[in-house]
């Protein structure tokens, strides 16, 4: 058993390098009412994921060729924006391995999570300059949308005021709002 495990592995690793473009079907574990499909582009470097969850969907593009990750959350009619850092982020082969085996041994669960805040308030319309460093797979998800940038954080205590982005079941994006305190 722990040979055919292997050689799954091994092949999905090789099978994921050369194929110029695989979709995964997703679920969240426990729960019937999150799916996503998740499309890697190997040759443009870009993963699309597609998540629906009622009003918690979102679509999701990592662009590894540009260095971004960008997130439209629909609850919220806004794009949010983030800079792959590699402590953070999965390399593409490594999303597209985890893909692999969740989809040939269906239990497969990653805990990777990314929790990141913005700050209210702080959108721009993305212009001309914005398109140019974010590439136009971006420009296609976010076009129209006030843009936010993330930043990396600690895990939140109080989640009343994030939401959850990402690919389900392999990397987990929390995007929270930072609260501002005030002296009253």
């Known amino acids: 058993m722990k040979r055919l495990v292997a050689v799954l592995v091994l ?11 695989n979709t995964f079907v997703l679920r969240e ?3 019937n009412y ?3 499909t998740m499309t890697i582009h190997n040759e443009e470097h870009v993963v699309d994921v597609h998540v629906r969850s009622g009003i918690y969907s979102s679509d999701t593009i990592f662009d590894y060729s540009r260095g971004y990750i960008a997130t439209r959350l629909f609850s919220r009619n806004a794009c949010f924006i983030m800079k792959i850092k590699k402590e953070y982020i999965p390399e593409l082969r490594e999303i597209g391995r985890l893909a692999f085996e969740k989809r040939t041994m269906k239990d497969v669960y990653s805990p990777n999570n990314v929790w990141t805040l913005f700050q209210t308030g702080s959108s721009v319309l993305g212009r001309l ?5 974010y ?3 971006i420009e296609k998800l976010c ?7 993330l930043t990396a954080t600690e895990p939140q205590e109080n989640t009343d005021g994030c939401a959850s982005a990402g690919i389900p079941s ?10 501002i305190a005030t002296g009253s």
């Open 29 to 31: 574990p426990g729960s």
């Open 34 to 36: 999150v799916t996503g």
């Open 170 to 179: 392999i990397l987990g994006i929390n995007i929270c709002e930072q609260l």
């Open 129 to 133: 300059k914005d398109w140019i460093l």
């Open 143 to 149: 076009s129209g949308l006030p843009l936010y940038q």
């Open 135 to 137: 590439g136009k797979h």
């Open 11 to 21: 092949l999905g690793v090789f099978w994921a390098q050369t194929s110029a473009l």
